[in-house]
């Protein structure tokens, strides 16, 4: 069974930084693409990145959104993805979901339950 | 970016009727098209990808189709199971973006 779960959300002040964390097991994670996706209460998702799989180097991808200020990596050895967020405004408040594309394409079958990044003083 | 413009924002069925979402992309997406359902607290499940394909185990009332760049997604024989929020999302070309959202109640 696959299974994502987020960790590291809190409250932040602006211009603090956060790491979050998602541990992935149930899958040979090597051979997966991995995204981190944000939504803010009541709004829709926003995909922010992906960190590709082994076949394609673990090159990463970003939102223009973010990027420059977030930072996808992934430790293989422990089947875990992480996303470095620094220089947090009040916007970036939102729950942050990891999640799985397929093999084929970028889509989300499996996502992680979330946890909330509070960007607040 | 791809822009996903989703219709209606809220809609309000009774069970057993059959309802219409819709996102119109704002170029060509060819096909790479997903969907899924929100229920409050939880995270989205995907329904449908590539425009049209169902996920393992989403019932079949459900299905997805398209016409130039606008996608629709049915739902046939409303649940109450059904109440949720509903997103599509273009997996064409990054960034991928998803619409607004369609909330639907049920009477």
């Known amino acids: 069974e696959v299974k994502l779960l987020e960790s590291g959300g809190g409250l932040v002040q602006p211009g603090g930084s956060m790491r979050l964390s998602c541990a992935a097991s149930?899958?040979?994670?090597?051979?997966?693409?991995m995204n981190w996706i944000r939504q803010p209460a009541g709004k829709a998702p926003e995909w922010l990145g992906f960190?590709?799989?082994?076949?394609?180097?673990?090159?990463?991808e970003y939102n223009p959104s973010v990027k420059g200020r977030f930072t996808i990596s992934r430790d293989n050895t422990q089947n875990m993805l992480y996303l470095q967020m620094n220089t947090l405004r009040a916007e970036d408040t939102a729950t942050y979901y990891c999640?799985?594309?397929?093999?084929?394409?970028?889509?989300?079958?499996?996502w992680g339950q979330g946890t909330l990044v509070t960007v607040s003083s | 970016d791809i822009q996903m413009t989703q219709s209606p924002a809220s809609l309000s069925a009774s069970l057993g009727e059959t309802v219409t979402i819709e996102c119109l992309a704002s170029?060509?997406?060819?096909?790479?098209l997903a969907w899924y359902q929100q229920k409050p607290g939880k995270s989205p499940q995907l329904l449908i990808y590539?425009?049209?394909s169902l996920q393992d185990g989403v019932p079949s009332r459900f299905s997805g189709s398209e016409s130039g760049t606008q996608y629709s997604l049915e739902i046939n024989s409303l649940q109450s199971e059904d109440a949720a929020t509903y997103f599509c999302?273009?997996?064409?070309?990054?960034?991928?973006?998803f619409g607004a959202g369609t909330k639907l109640e049920l009477k």
């Open positions: 999640a799985r594309s397929t093999r084929v394409g970028i889509w989300f079958a499996y």
């Open positions: 149930g899958f040979t994670f090597t051979d997966f693409y």
């Open positions: 960190i590709r799989n082994k076949a394609n180097g673990y090159t990463t």
């Open positions: 170029e060509d997406i060819y096909s790479n």
């Open positions: 590539d425009a049209s």
């Open positions: 999302q273009q997996h064409h070309d990054y960034p991928y973006t």
